[in-house]
Structures are given as C-alpha cells and as structure tokens.
C-alpha cells in the first residue's frame, strides 16, 4: 500500500515538473516578416534575444554600430534585461558581421538555439536585417516601453536581397504641409518596410515649403494661402489660411533621421510649372508681371515661371545651389509635369528665345515643347556640373532628351507608356497603382473626402513592374515609387491612413521576386502588422479587416449585397 502511494506521488511530481517545463517553455511569434525574405529555411528550436550579448566585429563600421547598440537599447528597454554590445570579443550571443561577398543591401540571417549571425556588407544591410529581426519579436519592440513576452527568435537561416534599388514614397507637403515630428513618424513606417527613398515635394501652387535665405518671401509670402478647396467644386473653400514650412536645420534634421534608418531624401524643386507660389512672392519671374496669389484652389495652372528671361535660370540656380547645400542626394527631382504652354506662347521675351534658338513645331512636338526640353537640357547641365543627376516626371520626354536622365513614369503601365521611356534610366510610379491618394474602398460615404478612383490594397499589390516591358527596358527599371498627392489629405491622421497599409504591400512590389509575392500569406502577416501600427500609435486604412472611415468616424464595411445595393444607388 505504502509503495502505491509512494510511486502515485512520485508519478504526480514528475507530471508536475513537466507541466512546469512546459509552461517555461517559449515560443517564437508568427513568422510575419514584410517585405517577406528572399529564402526562407526553418529548422525547430528558439534562441532567447533577452539578455543575449551583440558581439560586433571589429570590421563594421561606426555607423552600424550605432545602429546596432540603438537596437540593443530598444531589446533591453522592452525586455527587462540587459544586452550588452562587446567589440572583438568570441562566444555565443547575437553576432554581426561584416560580409563583403554580400552586395550592397543584402543581408544574412541564421539563428540557432545557442546564437544568431547576422551578416551584410553594408550600413543598408545591416539595418534591413535589423527590421527583420524586430518583426520576428513581440510587437512591443516598437513600443519602447517595459513589456512581459517571449523576445525570442526561431530557428531559421535567411538570406535576402531587394528586387530593385530605387524603393521611393513621395509625399507632398505643398498642398498640406505637415509637421516635421509627423514626418519623422512616416519615416519610421517607412524604415519597417525597407524603403530607401523619400521623395519630399516641397514646392506647389498650392505652397512653399523650403526656406530661402536668398529669396526670403518665397517663405514669407509663397507659403501662405488664404483659403483651402474642400471637394471638386473651386467655388468651395475652407476660410482659414494654410501654410507652413521647413527652416533649413528642420530639413537637415529630417536629412539626417532618415539616414540613420537607410533612407535617403530626395527633393524636388518642381519646374517651370507648378510655380505660383513663387511667382507670388516674386511677380517678375512670370511672363505676365503677375499679380498672384497662392493658389487655394487644385488643378493645373496656366501660370509658369518666364523661360526666356535669364533671372528666371539665375533664381533657380541660386534655390538648387541651396538644396544642394542641405540634400546630399546624387538626385535632384526637378519635376517637369503639367507645363502648359499659354504663357509661353503669348509672352515676347518667350517667343524671342524661341526664334533665338530656332525652335519650331516639328516631329510630333511643338515650339514649346522643345522650350521646356531647353530648361531641363540647362538645369540638368547646372546639377551635373555639382556632381548631381536629375529625375523627372516623364513630361520631360517630349523634346530631345541628354542623356544621363531618369524618368519617373506615371501615366501608364508596361506597354501604355511612352516607348522612348526605356532609352533611360526609369523609376516606375504609374498613376493606376501607385497613387494612393485615391478611395481604398468602394464605399466612398464611409471614407475620407478623396481625389477619386479606387485603388484597394489588393490592386497595388498586384502590380508587376516589368509586365508589358521590353527586354531591354526591364533593365532601364531603377525601382517603384508611391506618390501621396495631398490635396483633400488635411491632416496627419488622414495622412498615416492614405500611407497604412498600402505601405506595406508596396514594399513586397518593391523588394520582393513576383514568387515571392503571394497575397494570402500578405493578408495573414497583416494581422501581426496592424498590432505594430497599433503599439507606434498610428492611423491606418482597416478595410482588409472589415472596417471603413477614420478614427472617431467608423462603419463596419457592407455586405455584398448592401454594397451592390449602394452602388446602384450611386449610379
């Protein structure tokens, strides 16, 4: 009897220290990595992150260094225990090293249950193995506070390489300007998802946003406008004024937190249209001597910087000659799109340098046309010359373009576009995917006021760069770029609900081989991305969960057929 009892006891303590085991036991998070990695190999077992040594060859760099130790702070602030970065020194624990045989960007990435190898060649590298690690940690990483979790990581070898080397967002801060911690916040987001470009539109009609110490009423008049369209209808306008703008330590400052996170801004100075701002501030540089007035209303203006005067060239020199001292982007993007040619053609010093430089209306172009292709010849002579190259929206095209261009191309797709596009270097932005300024669903009562179309998650993702392209053009494809055009965007939470989570699924375009790219394994992973959003504090679009409208002003999202009842309607 004694023995029974004896060996039930001895049963029940083994059955509790195996529960206990189990319940010690810890478990890696879901493997919802975005952009996802190129290869992919997972085997069992976890290693612990909490508390493990950064051990960081002597061979990398002082900058990644830095990187690295920051994230050390952020895994021992959320986790409670220490991880200390040790230089030089051997044993198990988190090791980054140096990889020359690696190319630029690219990054390794194998864990075991005893260490994780990090491995790159670059800072790049470096920080993009980073981000993949933080996905791969409870989501409290991105919280930066003191949080209970599992900070482990699984067992799996990656190695991973992006698709295209030009991966760009453009936000336009000239129809609304927003603050610069906001736009911090958006390249924070954009760090996540391993974007490497951030295109700052910083001139419009609608406003000016970079100071100016040569020209100083570009900022005490260009930025200011009074009054603000509010739908399509011009006659329709908020009373208030708007405007704002970047002081040149605000956007050195922005220069320099995007860096640190592998990103590199490129500004753009758009010309010769979309000028009235300046043209506010100084009337002299139009054809007609003005007056003007900051534009408050959207849409193209026949209003464009006089060509055929040299201060105009000299006033634009002098404002690149500024960029140039604050961006030290090898881009400058000088815009380029939407110049009507009314001016131009009514002005005398315009049609003067026409005849001066026997342009005429020839080869499927006119007069004016190969006027505007005189500007981008001159301007992009001036920002060779200080060792930069330009970018322009694909308008630049009409004429004879130098060689040494790249042309953003944002009217068509693959075999829509302009055939001479592929004789250049191109970035790849068309409207039809990459504006994401337009409704992300159907049920446009329940969104935010918008420019129009309808461009869903689904359908940025499913864009291919390189359907429709010739051979010979795939290899002109620099990258993809999204473009957030502000018009009706007038605050910062509706900006984050433009940008998330079509952010996300522009990264995959970008970054990722199209068999690396699957939709239902996207849609899953942005379960454990919403909780990221979430844990940074941001807004985001959560159509793909069933939910429609900003913050404070939400619907949940019609049913089939309550939604076709509401498009007939509609029609």
Known sequence: MNFIRIRNIACFLVFLL??????????????????????VEFSDGVFDMAGSRFIVDPSVDAASLSYISKFSDELSCVSGRRSPVLRGVSGRGVRFILDAALPDEAYTIDVTGKS??????????????????????????????????DYVLPCVRISDRPRFPYRGVLIDVGRHFYSVDEIKRCLDIMSVYK????????????????????????????????????????????????????????????VSYASER???????????????????????LGCTGGPYEVANTWGVKKDVLCVGQERTFTFLEDILTEMMDIFPSEYINIGGDEVPKDRWNACPRCRKKMAELGLSDRDGHTAGQYLQNYVTARIQKFLNAHGRKIIGWEEILEGDLAEG?????????????????????????????????????????????????????????????YKGVPEYGKERILGVQANLWTEYVNTEEYLEYMLLPRLAALSEVQWCSPEDREFPRFRESMDRHRDIYETMGLTYAKHLWGVIGLPGNEYPARSPEELADYLDGRE
């Open 262 to 284: 592998g990103i590199t801004v490129i500004p753009e100075l758009d010309l010769p249209g979309h000028m009235l701002s300046a043209l506010a501030a100084y009337p002299e």
């Open 18 to 39: 195996f529960l206990s085991c189990c319940s010690s036991r810890k478990t890696a998070a879901p493997f919802s990595v975005i952009p996802y990695p190129h290869e």
């Open 195 to 254: 974007v490497n470009v951030f295109h700052w539109h910083l001139t419009e009609d609608q406003g000016w946003r970079f100071e100016s110490m040569r020209y100083p009423r570009l900022t005490e008049v260009g930025s200011v406008r009074h009054g603000t369209q509010i739908d399509y209808d011009p006659t329709h306008l908020r009373p208030e004024d708007h405007g704002g703008y970047y002081t040149r330590d605000e956007m050195r400052e922005v």
């Open 405 to 465: 261009v790249t042309v953003m191309s944002w009217r068509g797709t693959g075999e829509d576009v302009d055939p001479r596009i592929w004789n250049y270097s191109s970035v790849m932005s068309p409207r039809g995917y990459m504006y994401i300024d337009r409704y992300q669903s159907h049920e446009q009562d329940r969104e935010p006021f918008s420019i129009g179309a309808y461009l869903p998650v689904e359908q940025l993702y499913g864009y291919e760069p």
């Open 116 to 149: 994780a190898v990090i491995g790159s060649s670059s800072y790049r590298g470096f920080v993009y193995a980073i981000q993949t690690l933080r996905q791969m940690l409870p989501v409290s990483i991105y919280g930066g506070v003191r949080s209970r979790g």
